[in-house]
Each structure stands twice: as structure tokens, then as C-alpha cells.
């Protein structure tokens, strides 16, 4: 009997239930081995299965393959699957009598496996099972130990470089020359709003980092203090065991609005914490606070400190190094800026603070490598801080032509208000005292506080002046110009820098 007929599915009993008779026949003919099932129900059960009998070359090799697949179709349990009447199965059988082509089809590996799959559906689908299973746990495991490390430390990586921002380099620039803070500070909020967005995702993808949470944490009061939100803070902002960090934060919140007056009192670097993983990251906190409210001096101390517990990581590297760079020490600031350049390879404003590292360590070469580099990034100094740091270079490898061409631009351009006091200086150097105190004047007046600057240009005006005999010195006052161009403004100047110095002022601009 028929699978179906078996199965008692009478309407289903047609045609190709007699295929099926006739096929059973011929293979118990063909191999001498009847299907050994000892009941019906054994039978129903074969059936239900999937099951179907075993290909008759595996009883005997000796038959012809196309007979094989000839009774294979006929015993198909499947109705639609055998031939559809006994006519089609006798002609396949003359066909292969008269050695003709057969019409029915060995069945292929996807027919096999479907068939397999439909014999044993519990033990697929114990299989599949165990595969989805596995396929969460593999993909879990792959999320947890590549993906989110990965995107954790992408995230990072944007939240420093945002810290690191061109316009944080300008202000700290503005700072060290200008000895006052930048009026407008929205152009560094903003950074800080970028940074913070991407501590946010990194947070998500590493919610159990506590250097990662104590930075996010840092950046988010800095950018409350720059804001000038209301003070003090309350307690539970502010984070635990880090005593340096949070004695800062409460000056920092006294303090009023910007600009805050430099430094904190050395009792505060006097505080200790309980264990040296604390200390360190106290330390480097303060100093990051520090750096992002434009508090240099507080910053390097703080890191400077830091070194003896932790080796830096890129973003104090480059904070550190830029510190150094913008206070003339080039020495220092050349090491920190190399190993930040290593781990951030590509941002070109950092290519450029190594490059003009370079140049003072008189590293000649590696400058103008460096340049070359970081023409072809985007990300430079919003200042011009490449092409001054190249008109700086050939000023110092001693291009003279090249160098005045370079710093004529860059000053008939503006925008970057360091490049006329380097090359005052630069003409200073070379004896040109009268072109580099007109230069000068240029330059003071972009603005520049009480300090240095001004300290530098009074003092190479004084020596000028001295130097000049009686006939040469009543002769410009005179005729109100001599060289430097215009001695008026020479005059305005030198007394402006000399009553913010609190110094008497010389001859020079007496009546």
C-alpha cells in the first residue's frame, strides 16, 4: 500500500498510489527484500517520517543507475513527486529498454538534503536551535571583546581630538602671547559640547570604565565653569577620592567669571589620596580641568606631577606638549607632541604643533617633513599656524628672501597674530632693530597684556633710543618720521607698554 493509503487519506488515493504499488513490486523483484516493517502502523509511523526505502544499487551494485532512479521516482512517498501515471512510468521503463534517455532525474544533493531535513525535522530542529544559540553567544562575544572596544575607542579618540581643537590651540597662543584670556569663549564650548556627545557614546559601549567616566565627568564641569553656571557644585557631581581635583573645582567656583587669575595655592597639590591609582587620576584630572579653563601654569604642575605615577596617554601628550610649545619651551614640548603625533597620525593642527617643535629643537628636516605632511590633512591651526610655523622655519635655516616673503604674506593676510612678533624678533636677531620695532608695533596692536611682549619691545626701544646720538634723536622727533616709519606710533607704543608695566618711561616720550 501507498504512504497515503496508509495513512487512510482516501481522497488522496489516485493514479500515482498504483505508480507507487507497481514501484514496491518491481523493487522487491530487484533486490529480493521486501520493506521489513512489521505492521501497519510501523508503516504509518516510516512514512510520517520522511522515511523512504534504500536505493536499490545499495542492494545491488550491479543495476543499471538509470533503473535505480526509474524505481526511485515511482517509491517516492511524496505523490507529486513520483510519476503522475502508470503510462509515464511504463514509457521510462522502454526507454531505458531501447537504451533512450529516461525522463525522471537522480535526485540532487539540495533534493537529498531537503528530503534528510524533512526525515528528521526534530533532530533540524534541535540543530537550528543550537545553532541560533550559538550564532547570540558568537555574536555577543564578538560585540563585547571587537565591536564595542572598537567603537569605545573611536568615540574617545573624538572627544580628545575635540578637547585638542584648533580653536583651544589659538586660545592657548592668545594666552601666552597676549598674557589675557580670549574674550569669546563659544567657540570652545562648542568643542566641549562635541566632546562631550562623544563620551556619551562611549559611555553607552563601556559603562563600567572609571577613567573613561572620571574624563567624561571632567569635561562636563569644565564646560559648566566656561559657561558660568551657578557654583558651587553639589556634591554628588563632583567625583569621589579625587581631594586635588575637587579643592580646584571649588576655587575654580569662587573664582567668579573668566578670566580667573592663574594658579591655586600650593596646599592643594599637598592633599593626598588613599591609593596611587586615585593619585593618579586625581592629577591628571586637575590638570585636564586646568588646561580646558586656560589655567596653564595649573596644568603643568598638575602633569608634571602626574608623570611620576602614570606615563601619559596621547591627549595629555598633546595638551602637555602644547603647553610647552606655546611658553617657549620646545625642548620639552618636542618629546610630548612626537608621542601624541604617534597614536594620532593624521590630525593636522597636532602635525603642525610637532613641526614647529621641530624647528626649535633645530630639527630642520624633520620640520619640513612634517609641513609637507600636514598640507595634504585638513584640521590645520585656524590661524595660520602652518604658514607661520614655515615662515619660522626659514627664518631660522637662515632663507632670508624666503623667509621675508613668507612673513610679508602671512602679515599682509592677518589672522595670526603670533607671526609679527616672531618676525620682530627675527629681525631683532639679525640687527635690523628698526624694522623689527616697526614690526613690533604692528603686532602690539592686535593686543597684547602687561607681560613679556611688551617687556621685550620697551627694552629693544630703550636700547635703540640710547644708541642714537643728540643730532639723531632731536632729528625724529622733529620731523616725526624716521625708521621705524612713524615714530608717533613708535612713541604711542612704548608708552602704552610702559604705564601697564608700571615702569617710568624714558626720554623717549617725553614732550
Known amino acids: 500500500a501507498s504512504p497515503e493509503q496508509l495513512r487512510g487519506e482516501h481522497a488522496a488515493v489516485d493514479a500515482r498510489s498504483d505508480v507507487y504499488s507497481l514501484g514496491a513490486t518491481l523493487y522487491h523483484a530487484l533486490t529480493l527484500r521486501p520493506m521489513q516493517l512489521r505492521s501497519a502502523s510501523d508503516a504509518i509511523r516510516f512514512f510520517e517520517r520522511g522515511l523512504s526505502l534504500p536505493p536499490l544499487r545499495r542492494n545491488n551494485p550491479q543495476l543499471p543507475r538509470d533503473l535505480d532512479t526509474i524505481v526511485a521516482k515511482a ?29 525522471a532525474r537522480h535526485a540532487g544533493p539540495v533534493a537529498r538534503a531537503w528530503k534528510a531535513a524533512r526525515r528528521n525535522r526534530r533532530v533540524i530542529a534541535a540543530a537550528a536551535s543550537a545553532a541560533v544559540l550559538t550564532l547570540v553567544l558568537v555574536g555577543a562575544g564578538v560585540m563585547r571583546w571587537a565591536v564595542l572596544p572598537h567603537w569605545t575607542q573611536q568615540a574617545v579618540r573624538n572627544a580628545r581630538l575635540a578637547l585638542l581643537d584648533q580653536n583651544q590651540g589659538a586660545a592657548l597662543w592668545v594666552l601666552a602671547f597676549h598674557e589675557q584670556a580670549v574674550p569669546d569663549a563659544a567657540a570652545h564650548r562648542a568643542a566641549l559640547d562635541r566632546a562631550l556627545k562623544n563620551y556619551d557614546v562611549a559611555h553607552r559601549c563601556s559603562p563600567f570604565d572609571k577613567e573613561l567616566t572620571t574624563e567624561r565627568h571632567v569635561v562636563g564641569l569644565a564646560r559648566k565653569l566656561l559657561a558660568g553656571q551657578p557654583t558651587p557644585f553639589p556634591p554628588n557631581e563632583l567625583p569621589q ?25 600650593a596646599s592643594v597639590f599637598e592633599l593626598g589620596t588613599e591609593h596611587e591609582s586615585n593619585e593618579s587620576r586625581d592629577l591628571r584630572s586637575l590638570g585636564l580641568l586646568a588646561f580646558l579653563t586656560d589655567d596653564m601654569s595649573t596644568a603643568l604642575d598638575a602633569w608634571r606631577r602626574y608623570d611620576a605615577f602614570d606615563a601619559p596617554d596621547p591627549l595629555v601628550n598633546a595638551a602637555f606638549g602644547m603647553l610647552y610649545l606655546v611658553t617657549d619651551k620646545p625642548e620639552l614640548a618636542y618629546p610630548r607632541l612626537q608621542s601624541a603625533n604617534e597614536e594620532l597620525p593624521d590630525v593636522g593642527f597636532l602635525t603642525v604643533y610637532l613641526a614647529d617643535a621641530a624647528r626649535g629643537c633645530n630639527d630642520f628636516d624633520r620640520a619640513r617633513r612634517l609641513l609637507r605632511r600636514a598640507a595634504d590633512m585638513s584640521q590645520h591651526d585656524i590661524a595660520g599656524g602652518l604658514d607661520r610655523v614655515r615662515a619660522d622655519l626659514e627664518a631660522d635655516s637662515g632663507n632670508v628672501a624666503l623667509a621675508e616673503q613668507l612673513y610679508g604674506q602671512l602679515i599682509a593676510r592677518g589672522g595670526n ?30 593686543g597684547f597684556g602687561p607681560g613679556r611682549i611688551r617687556g621685550e619691545f620697551t627694552e629693544l626701544t630703550e636700547g635703540w633710543w640710547d644708541k642714537l646720538g643728540a643730532a639723531e634723536q632731536a632729528r625724529a622727533l622733529e620731523d616725526g618720521c624716521v625708521s621705524p616709519r612713524c615714530i608717533s606710533e613708535l612713541r604711542k607704543a612704548y608708552a602704552e607698554s610702559i604705564l601697564g608695566l608700571g615702569r617710568e618711561p624714558s626720554a623717549f616720550v617725553a614732550p
Open 75 to 103: 517509491i517516492d512517498p511524496d505523490p507529486a513527486a513520483r510519476y503522475q501515471s502508470a503510462g509515464e512510468f511504463a514509457d521510462d521503463l522502454e526507454r531505458l529498454l531501447s537504451l533512450q534517455p529516461i525522463k
Open 241 to 265: 577620592h579625587l581631594p586635588r581635583f575637587n579643592a580646584y573645582v571649588a576655587a575654580k567656583a569662587a573664582g567668579g567669571p573668566r578670566p580667573w587669575p592663574a594658579g591655586i595655592p
Open 417 to 446: 597674530t603670533v607671526a609679527p612678533i616672531h618676525y620682530a624678533r627675527w629681525l631683532a636677531g639679525r640687527g635690523e632693530t628698526e624694522r623689527s620695532l616697526c614690526a613690533y608695533v604692528e603686532g602690539l596692536k592686535a
